[in-house]
C-alpha cells in the first residue's frame, strides 16, 4: 500500500509534465517506477541541477530527492508507555533516495549521518537542507540541520541546532 499512495505522489509531482487522463480534476497517470524501498513519513524535494553520484547514470538536470522516513512495515504503531503512550516508528531510515521524473527511473545516493522522519527538505543553491523532524526509537524532535556539501549529496550535520521554531 505505501508504494502505490508514494508513487502516485511521485506521479502527482510530475502531472504537470506528463500526458495522462483526467481523474477528479487533476492529470495523473500510473507510472511503472516503484519505490527502492517501502517508506512513509519523508520529504521530497524538487531538485533543479544535476546530481553526482547516483546508483543510476543518468544525465537529467532535474529530479526530486526523497530522504528518510519511517520503514516499518507496520508503520507508526501504538507504544504504550508511562510518559507518554502514543504512536511511534520503530524503524526509521537514513536513506536518499532520487527519482528522475523524465526517465522514471530511481537511484541511491549516500545515506544521512543519522535516521530522521517527519522533517522537512529544501533545495537551495544547489545543496539540499533537511531540518528538524523526529528521530530515535521513541520519536524525539531533532534540532539539528544537515546540508549537502556538493552536487553529490553527500549530507553533513553543521555543527549549529535550531533553537527557536518558527
Known amino acids: 500500500m505505501l508504494l ?4 502516485a505522489l511521485l506521479a502527482l509531482l510530475w502531472a504537470s509534465a506528463c500526458h495522462a487522463e483526467e481523474v477528479e480534476g487533476v492529470n495523473f497517470r500510473q507510472i511503472n517506477a516503484k519505490l527502492p524501498f517501502s517508506v512513509s513519513d519523508f520529504s521530497a524535494t524538487y531538485f533543479d541541477g544535476s546530481i553526482e553520484g547516483s546508483s543510476v547514470e543518468n544525465k537529467s538536470s532535474r529530479s526530486i530527492v526523497l530522504v528518510g522516513g519511517c520503514n516499518d512495515p507496520l508503520g507508526n504503531v501504538f507504544v504504550e508507555l508511562d510518559d507518554y503512550p502514543g504512536f511511534y516508528c520503530t524503524l526509521l531510515t537514513k536513506e536518499v533516495s532520487v ?10 545516493l549516500a545515506e544521512m549521518p543519522e535516521e530522521r522522519t517527519r522533517h522537512t ?7 539540499l537542507y533537511v531540518i528538524g523532524g523526529r528521530g530515535d526509537d521513541f520519536d524525539n524532535l531533532v534540532k539539528d540541520v544537515v546540508v549537502s556539501v556538493t552536487r553529490t549529496l553527500n549530507l553533513v550535520q553543521l555543527n549549529e541546532s535550531i533553537e527557536i521554531l518558527f
Open 4 to 7: 502505490t499512495k508514494s508513487t
Open 99 to 108: 527519482f528522475y521524473p523524465e526517465t522514471e527511473t530511481f537511484g541511491t
Open 121 to 127: 527538505a529544501v533545495a537551495v543553491d544547489e545543496k
